[in-house]
T-cell receptor, first 114, second 111 residues
Framework: GAGVSQSPSNKVTEKGKDVELRCDPI?????LYWYRQSLGQGLEFLIY????????KSGLPSDRFSAERTGGSVSTLTIQRTQQEDSAVYLC????????????FGPGTRLLVL | GENVEQHPSTLSVQEGDSAVIKCTYS??????FPWYKQELGKRPQLIID?????GEKKDQRIAVTLNKTAKHFSLHITETQPEDSAVYFC??????????FGPGTRLSVLP
């Protein structure tokens, strides 16, 4: 079946604008993760959704960042009032549940804030 | 919370030689340790993983060892090939929680 998909693949925006990044997990996967990867750096955890449980938001760097997961499937990561330091690749991953630990990553959204 | 360190940050080996990357973790409750390979411009892909009830796991040229007492785990790649060149990330996780990744190791296999 289809893997994890993300859109857009690239996004260029001006400082101060809001952006929305979308993630479509693998069908049936109940766990969904967002990460940020700056150029040449590691994976920075942002937020984790597991089924209907309250999400783990402990990695969100500021209140400008928020995420939703509607109907237990598609997720949207919103960055308000973007700053240049928000420029990075935003990766989404899903897994079939808390007992299944294999994460499948999407291709990422490359965000550039001018 | 969990903290994962990874060494070395860069590693160059001759083709055919072995490569070893080591990670240490801080939370003794973590029980799952995956390794991901990320080629330039690509998404991370799981190459091998190990759970805390196992000391070693092998898959062809790749192996992972875990020392729970010392809280470290290592990736071993034997008979390296140019296509092994990539950035490798380790991670640690407690069941049901988020993953904490190491900063990555850039492996270059020289022909």
């Amino acid at each position: 079946g289809a893997g994890v998909s993300q859109s857009p693949s690239n996004k260029v925006t001006e400082k101060g604008k809001d952006v929305e990044l979308r993630c479509d997990p693998i069908s049936g996967h109940t766990a969904l993760y967002w990460y940020r990867q700056s150029l040449g750096q590691g994976l920075e955890f942002l937020i984790y959704f597991q089924g209907n449980s309250a999400p783990d938001k402990s990695g969100l760097p500021s209140d400008r960042f928020s995420a939703e997961r509607t109907g237990g499937s598609v997720s949207t990561l919103t960055i308000q009032r973007t700053q240049q330091e928000d420029s990075a690749v935003y990766l989404c991953a899903s897994s079939s549940g808390p007992a299944s630990e294999t994460q499948y990553f999407g291709p990422g959204t490359r965000l550039l804030v001018l | 919370g969990e903290n994962v360190e990874q060494h070395p940050s860069t590693l160059s080996v001759q083709e055919g030689d072995s490569a070893v990357i080591k990670c240490t973790y801080s939370d003794s409750a973590s029980n799952y340790f995956p390794w991901y390979k990320q080629e330039l411009g690509k998404r991370p892909q799981l190459i091998i993983d190990i759970r805390s009830n196992v000391g070693e796991k092998k898959d062809q040229r790749i192996a992972v060892t875990l020392n729970k007492t010392a809280k470290h785990f290592s990736l071993h790649i034997t008979e390296t090939q140019p296509e092994d060149s990539a950035v490798y990330f380790c991670a640690a996780r407690l069941y049901g929680q988020n993953f904490v990744f190491g900063p990555g190791t850039r492996l270059s296999v020289l022909p």
